[in-house]
């Protein structure tokens, strides 16, 4: 259910077990605090599940973000649409050690085209909070222009940035 999408140097895929780790590694980290973060084991776990969940549930979801290579995870991307959340977003994270490589951007273009041309979706905003300078520089990067904001109710005022109707990453 959940499709295998490739880059030159990224395979976007459904989460294995075996990412556990990096993913706990990212989720315990001080660069959760953004999203409502640092969180423990437990609620790592939890929130790995969601991710594979909300496939289910909305046909839709985030994929692991991995070297095509070795397969090594490297980050979270792909489209994010919890109950109260405005409208679908495209989401990115990327774990230590994969920042400043272009590995979201990468990653970001191809769940956006996969998103515009499978799934026929509308422009798509990504939610981001004003204090996270490197997801802010990518979205600028990837043609988003500022379009208001949300306030979420656990994450505080949330910048919404819509993205280009375009049908191929460039």
Not at 87 to 101: H, I, Q, R, T, Y
Not at 141 to 159: Q, S, V
């Amino acid at each position: 259910m959940i499709p295998v999408l490739t880059t030159d140097r990224l395979t976007l895929r459904a989460p294995r077990v075996e990412d556990f780790a990096a993913y706990a590694g990212f989720r315990a980290s001080p660069r959760t605090v953004t999203v409502g973060g640092p969180f423990n084991e437990r609620q790592a776990f939890q929130q790995l599940c969601a991710i594979l969940g909300h496939w289910h549930l909305r046909g839709f979801g985030r994929w692991m973000i991995a070297d095509r290579n070795t397969d090594v995870p490297m980050g979270i991307v792909g489209l994010y649409h919890p109950e109260g959340w405005p409208e679908p977003e495209l989401a990115w994270s990327v774990f230590d050690g994969a920042e400043g490589k272009g590995v979201a951007y990468e990653a970001a273009l191809a769940a956006r085209a996969h998103a515009y041309d499978a799934l026929q979706m509308p422009p798509l905003a990504s939610l981001v909070d004003p204090t996270n300078a490197r997801s802010v520089a990518l979205a600028r990067r990837m043609g988003c222009t500022p379009e208001g904001t949300y306030d979420h109710p656990d994450h505080g005022t949330l910048h919404i940035w819509r993205h280009p109707k375009e049908e191929r990453p460039s």
